[in-house]
Nanobody, 113 residues
Framework: VQLQASGGGLVQPGGSLRLSCKAS????????MAWYRQAPGMQRELVAN???????NYADSVKGRFTISRDNARRLVHLQMNSLSPEDTAVYYC????????WGKGTLVTVSS
């Protein structure tokens, strides 16, 4: 299983970014996909996840600002992040469970003016 995340970068407060994760090596269409993040000095935390049928779940801190979606045909999971604040600065990781837990390499999101 390989998870390749992209889309991170530097954005000003109030701005938007879209992260993408390309998955391979497992049956993507039936897999629950998730985004986690880890800020400096903090534990890794769940941001959002999406089931095979499209049911979504969000951390309270991102509800109403972030949207997770999936494209089963292209084996992609996206995280649209709007109204970003400095508190969203973190390395964002794509995640799935296929026999065991798999993590992508992570993509850095920095929110700063």
């Amino acid at each position: 299983v390989q998870l390749q995340a992209s889309g991170g970068g530097l954005v000003q407060p109030g701005g938007s970014l879209r992260l993408s994760c390309k998955a391979s090596g497992m049956n993507f269409a039936i897999s629950v996909m998730a985004w986690y993040r880890q800020a400096p000095g903090m534990q890794r935390e769940l941001v959002a996840n999406i089931t095979s049928s499209g049911i979504t779940n969000y951390a309270d801190s991102v509800k109403g600002r972030f949207t997770i979606s999936r494209d089963n045909a292209r084996r992609l999971v996206h995280l649209q992040m709007n109204s970003l604040s400095p508190e969203d600065t973190a390395v964002y990781y794509c995640n799935t469970n296929w026999g065991r837990t798999y993590w992508g390499k992570g993509t850095l999101v920095t929110v700063s003016s």
